[in-house]
């Protein structure tokens, strides 16, 4: 026995030092696949060049989707109702459409009416929602998914808290034989006391003798049950700025509103009531000079004085008796008032005369002035049935927004005309235009006040020469002033109630600016509220969506000075005339307050003796759906005679002027300063202007303009804009066929509209852009009009593609312009995104029509045909310019599906070189290949051919033009190509014979070329190529659901090549590869990624395999004497079977495997871009309710099985989760575990030594380079950041639990040993990553692995700079660009102002933090699981291999770390019960030779059954039993065992302050307890051994408790620890461990001096021991060596031959008593008195 052991002991020193461990190591490194992945031979193709997938339609072909078993036919294919077409009905907001009823309608109108009326056409793909682009996985979801988790119970969680949670409540404490209830220092705990006590529960089948294979299974079907079905929806959200596929829906085009706020006019009361009065409220921007609003008109009078008018008043329709408004303002600021006037009947006296009595009188002198009040009663009760049509100005007042927006919500205020000035407004009003962001001013907000009551009561007299707006402004300034001159004013006393506040969401009983109910209308007979039409400040740019149109006359001045007679009291009268004859004036004008809804006539108030009047008038008017030449106003101006004078007419006529409304076709408005004609007008005025001087007729003032009055036009019908009138025009024009036409002063016959039309398209871009983002819709449709369907004149096709889309690029440009600051994260426009996804459709195809309108009879001309294409093709039909599909009116079975066929089979291998040139000048793309035969049956082009060739061939200006918008003409291009299948019903057609080849040839090259663009600009506009890139991707993603998928799939290697080619000579290739990588992932975010990656069809190995495909080129696999299997390596490895199968799996995994490369430029962001893509997509995977199932998912993560290899072979530079000092008191890492006790003695061994020391079967193959420190120089390249190694390690356990488990088993088979000890090393790794922290770390928030060091700033820059606009933001980020192409990435996104991990901010709240602690203790658990299903794996692999005792023993390192980390009881309960399994099944491996593993074992299962919770007790128990049973059962003796959980429990009550020996005294009761029951061994000694052991056991805890007692008193404390350790004398090994502890304590009391003194006591017991066993020269010759540190050291001599028997199995067995252990033992003794030094103690 003495040699064997000297044999052991010689054959580790053979492993000596850690310099030849890191030879071995760097050795084992250079043969990994890792160092030479780019050009690795045994792969095939190179990595970096992408091979040629498989021929995707081919292979569908030859395996019909119906070969696959049930739930696995889905993947096969995309589902045959991918594609969709869905009508949506336009939301119309109010209950009547309010178009023009059907009458004669000019085309203009009638194309506005079918534009506002038709629904939203959507090609709609079924399964979209489920890509990772439009369902994100966000934080917010996956607390979603995360609800319903079972809270798991960790020992650490029921340490923190006495009263552990109901798992325990058969706790000892409350058992009345708890040791608590004995006192502690009498030697009273005896092993009576152990057999008092109350044993856990037994397992129930612990004791029979099963067989291993029945265990396994049992223990397999127990780990399966309850657990997440998804593992990432445990893990933090894919991180969001890395989310470059992220895309949302367009909003439907909606009206555009600001901030609503909604006025209500409660009372209305004055000091007197003699008349009736009545208001009119507006809202005005002084800074802008403008009124922002209509005018709202209120009635408050009581039902008396309303009878006064009874003579005039027709019955007011309810639409007039409107008390409240909702006022719509889009740029809030401080400068808004809410302006009321108020008018009252007009009677003789001016205004200072009219005002007097309510300024004088008061209520309270009512009686006083009975006869007063009386007669003016009597006077006002004469003019109000006299003159009651007629109004005269009376006074006004205005309320500062700004003051009751800040202060609202104090009731029932009372306040001056003024409001409460504020200086603070003052202050900030000063601010230029510049400062104004798009949403106004960000100090003043209308939407989220408190409502208010405001009582107004002060009014202001109106003056007669000062009723203009411009005055209006000056008093509006003036009242802001602190000294305003209007304070001085004597006021009108009055009392006006009105109250503000924010509009509802959905107002009931609203009426739109029309009239028209808006949706909710509840009863047509309550009192409506009335919407406002506001006038913007600014422009506004948004797409009209419903018909308007509406036109306001403001008459301003009227100067009659110099005109004759008696003309003193003047009013307008406004007429809408649809001819001369005065029975033709139509009722258009809205009636005011208490009248009726529309009105044929109107009148300005009148200015009492006054020539020159000013107006301050709003006539509002619904213009006619179609205004002819005929339509014009009629002003008539009458002197009203206010004192009734017998044969004096009430109003006489004294002028007369009109504006015609029509001039060459398009409305007129403006400000006009017009003549008035003193003489009835002549017969057809109305075709004229009064500017022109008609012979016979008097003017006043000669002929001058001497009335001023202004026109505005709010309609949706009318663009009032010259360019583009004259473009619908001209296009209406062309539509109805209407020649000669008059175009201003020209007449246009057909031979000169062509040239006319090309000059009206090219000045589109001239056209102003808040009109031409009004009228987009139009414009747009107009131009695909015009690129579809060719007009025809004069018999030939005229055709206008290239100006039309050169038109278009412009336009986009324009309006994406407009509306830079409402970009989406992207960069695209929502309204150009919206109008493609809603309004665009194919002209002419309805639908519910298979096809569109029956062809036009063209007159056919002479036909030229470009080179290229054989002549046979032109024979059916003669071929335009354009490359028109004829397919849509053709057919099936005619000539044209011949056509398409031969040219769908013109070749599918399209690699040829088009990239290059081939659409250039001269290229076999260029455009004289069509040179133009202008003719055929139809001239019907197809939108997206023709698209795509004017791309091909467009200029460099309109090439610029569109590339900067290129998503737009991609989305254009990809609706047009739905359509054309969905409405040609082509989607049963092949997916090869869909398009022509011609147009897949210009796809192609317009692929090359806008993928060169990428290219070239990415150094000079990385803004661009970064949009551009994005583009790309997602338009050949969106073909992959359109066309013929292997082509696309050519296209996509293609752009590889081009950015390869260009990565040679780049001079920062992280910028480049950052691109491809967006690419590649918005590629993969397709809904059917999986179906894409072809994941049913079997994988064909390499045709001619070298022997092995896998990394191990020339050795065989571990466990089988034949070479592997090809076809399983070729799955788990990036071979070139797997990326021509899996096509886009193999590109993404290509990707990561190449970020991951050492010699990676700008490596930590291509990590965390490449690791997050993956992350991002199986996070997809897990919520994607099409993979549900077990079967399917499995056959999902087969499409990740090389990631598995790519982890393993990346180890050395993954974050290593278990370094740091948290993690030091582990008592054994795996492969290169450190000495026993060195994290309880807290000194750090040099890893090298700590590694050798280790000295495990495995070693070669281990975790070397993981541990850093000299050895760290083995690793090359960028280390991965904790996060990024996380992530991957995560995606790891995602394969491994969703993998088939009968295909990981092949593959472990097959692998080679150092290539298994990498993997186990990997899930080393696992377990150590996500080991669970416990609640407490979660409140001290800086724990190691959730903190995101790199992304620290950036996220802190982005909390800052969320709040910027986006042009400011996109500026920035294209400034400061780092080298690498923006570093940290930050993207900006409106709704991604918070940090995204939730860990990262400090301010949670308990509930959170509870929640956190739930999802990670979840985490942990599952991950540890997933862990432990793979070592099973492994386990059943090695059964029958040669080296299955070092594997074993890795694996058993791993169970063992496991079970030492911070486990939950659930885990902890599949862990032992795997762990029992292991020992029943190799004993050998704990039982023979090393003893290292036995210690472990033993201190992990003693401290489980010193456990809180009683399950883990409970196994933990039984494993400890199981493993003194089969001890005994091999020699008749434990001694091994007894010896091992000896000195694991001294460890382990010496050094753990959470200890709780009760807890153990119970589960020591449960160990007899099994030996009693145990029927098998009764007749042996083995219960009596287990019942001396137990006592001895429960001595050395009664020792300990006294320790315990004197925790607080140190001295005591260490005295207590030497007197027990002097007590082992006889024991080297317990003696050697409670020396460690004294050092331990020393350290932790800074006594270093001492703790080192201990470790030389510990050097010098072991060197003793040597001394005795080996007779090496150089080694110490005992203790006396050691005499000249410390003369006490000669206490260790006294293990002498008698006392130590080196034959007792188990004695001076551990790691210590070993040369190497001795050095690590002296290392500690040097560190600790260094640390002395440092310290500067003198020892």
Known sequence: MAAAERRAFAHKINRTVAAEVRKQVSRERSGSPHSSRRSSSSLGVPLTEVIEPLDFEDVLLSRPPDAEPGPLRDLAEFPADDLELLLQPRECRTTEPGIPEDGKLDAQVRAAVEMYTEDWIIAHRRYQHLSAAYSPITTETQRERQKGLTRQVFEQDASGDERSGPEDSDDPRHSSGSPDDTPRSSGASSIFDLRNLAADSLLPSLLERTAPEDVDRRNEASRRQNRPRALLALYPAPDEDEAVERCSRPEPPREHFGQRILVKCLSLKFEIEIEPIFGILALYDVREKKKISENFYFDLNSDSMKGLLRAHGTHPAISTLARSAIFSVTYPSPDIFLVIKLEKVLQQGDISECCEPYMVMKEVDAAKNKEKLEKLRLAAEQFCTRLGRYRMPFAWTAVHLANIVSSAGQPDRDSDSEGERRPAWTDRRRRGPQDRTSSGDDTCSFSGFRPATLTVTNFFKQEAERLSDEDLFKFLADMRRPSSLLRRLRPVTAQLKIDISPAPENPHFCLSPELLHVKPYPDPRGRPTKEILEFPAREVYAPHTSYRNLLYVYPHCLNFSSRQGSVRNLTVRVQYMAGEDPSQALPVIFGKSSCSEFTREAFTPVVYHSKSPEFYEEFKLRLPACVTENHHLLFTFYHVSCQPRPGTALETPVGFTWIPLLQHGRLRTGPFCLPVSVDQLPPSYSVLTPDVALPGMRWVDGHKGVFSVELTAVSSVHPQDPHLDKFFTLVHVLEEGAFPFRLKDTVLSESTVEQELRASLAALRL??????????????????????????????????????????????????????????????????????????????????????????????????????????????????????????????????????????????????????????????????????????????????????????????????????????????????????????????????????????????????SVGLEVITRVYKDAELAERLNASLAFFLSDLLSLVDRGFIFSLVRAHYKQVATRLQSAPNPALLLTLRMDFTRILCSHEHYVTLNLPCCPLSPPASPSPSVSSTTSQSSTFSSQAPDPKVTSMFELSGPFRQQHFLAGLLLTELALALEPEAEGASLLHKK???????????????????????????????????????????????????????????????????????????????????????????????????GPVAASRSGCPLSAESSRTLLVCVLWVLKNAEPALLQRWAADLALPQLGRLLDLLYLCLAAFEYKGKKAFERINSLTFKKSLDMKARLEEAILGTIGARQEMVRRSRERSPFGNQENVRWRKSVTHWRQTSDRVDKTKDEMEHEALVDGNLATEASLVVLDTLEIIVQTVMLSEARESILGAVLKVVLYSLGSAQSALFLQHGLATQRALVSKFPELLFEED?????????????????????????????????????????????????????????????????????????????????????????????????????????????????????????????????????????????????????????????????????????????????????????????????????????????????????????????????????????????????????????
Request: glycine content about 6%; hydrophobic content about 40%.
């Open 1170 to 1268: 490449a690791i997050s893509a993956v992350h991002s997509l199986l996070c997809g995977h897990d919520a994607d309710p099409r993979y549900a199932e077990a079967a399917v998912k499995a056959r999902v993560a087969e499409l990740y099985l090389p990631l598995l290899s790519l982890s393993r072979d990346t180890l050395p530079r993954l974050h290593d989760f278990a370094e740091g000092p948290g993690q030091r008191s582990r008592l054994a890492s795996m492969l290169d575990s450190d000495t026993e006790g060195e994290g309880d003695i807290g000194g750090t061994i040099n890893p090298s030594v700590a590694m050798a020391i280790a000295g495990g079967p495995l070693a070669p193959g281990s975790r070397a380079s993981i541990s850093q």
């Open 1491 to 1739: 003893t290292e593993l036995c210690a472990d074992l033993c201190l992990r299962l003693l401290r489980h059954c010193g456990s809180r919770v009683s399950t883990i007790r409970t196994h933990a128990s039984a494993s400890l039993y199981l493993l003194m049973r089969q001890n005994f059962e091999i020699g008749n003796n434990f001694a091994r065992v007894k010896m091992q959980v000896t000195m694991s429990l001294s460890s382990l009550v010496g050094t753990t302050q959470s200890f709780s020996e009760e807890h153990l005294r119970r589960s020591l009761k449960t160990i007899l307890t099994y030996a009693e029951e145990d029927v098998g061994l009764r007749d042996s000694t083995f219960a009596e051994q287990v019942q001396d052991l137990m006592f001895n056991l429960h001595m050395i805890l009664t020792d300990t408790v006294k320790m315990k007692e004197h925790q607080e008193d140190p001295e005591m404390l260490i005295d207590l620890m030497y007197r027990i350790a002097r007590g082992y004398q006889g024991s080297p090994d317990l003696r050697l461990t409670w020396l460690q502890n004294m050092a331990g304590k020393h350290a932790e009391l800074g006594n270093h001096a001492e703790a080192a003194q201990c470790m030389v006591h510990a050097a010098a017991l072991v060197a003793e021991y040597l001394a005795l066993l080996e007779d090496s020269r150089y080694l110490p010759v005992g203790c006396v060596s050691f005499q000249n540190i410390s003369s006490n050291v000669l206490e260790e001599s006294a293990i002498s031959d008698d006392i130590l028997s080196p034959d007792e199995e188990g004695f001076c067995s551990g790691k210590h008593f070993t040369e190497l252990g001795l050095v690590g033992l002296l290392e500690q003794a040097a560190a600790y008195f260094t640390m002395l030094v440092c310290l500067n103690q003198d020892p």
């Open 767 to 1008: 056209a102003s852009p808040e009109p031409l983002v009004a009228f987009s819709h139009h414009v747009l449709d107009k131009l695909v009009r015009l690129v579809v369907r060719p007009p025809i004149i004069g018999g030939q096709i005229v055709n206008l593609g290239r100006g039309a889309f050169e038109a278009m690029a412009h336009v986009v440009s324009l309006v994406h312009r407009s509306l830079e600051a409402a970009q989406d994260a992207r960069g695209h426009c929502p309204l150009l995104a919206a109008y493609v996804q809603y309004a665009f459709r194919l002209p002419g195809t309805e639908p519910s029509l298979p096809s569109g309108a029956p062809p036009v009879a063209v007159q056919p001309a002479t036909l030229a045909r470009g080179p290229g294409r054989p002549a046979s093709l032109y024979l059916a039909r003669s071929k335009s310019i354009s490359s028109s599909n004829p397919d849509l009116a053709v057919a099936p079975g005619s000539v044209d599906d011949e056509v398409s066929r031969i040219l769908a089979s013109k070749g599918i291998d399209r690699s040829h070189s088009w990239v290059n040139s081939a659409y250039a000048p001269g290229g076999s793309k260029a455009v004289l290949r069509r040179a133009p035969p202008y003719c055929g049956a139809d001239p019907r082009q197809l939108l997206h051919e023709e698209l795509a060739l004017q791309w091909v061939v467009s200029g460099s200006t309109v090439r610029e033009a569109v590339l900067q918008h290129a998503w737009f003409f991609f989305q254009l291009m990809v609706k047009s190509m739905a359509l054309h299948l969905l409405l040609g019903q082509r989607l049963d057609t092949p997916r090869k014979l869909r398009f022509p080849g011609r147009f897949l040839d210009d796809i192609a090259a317009l692929v090359g």
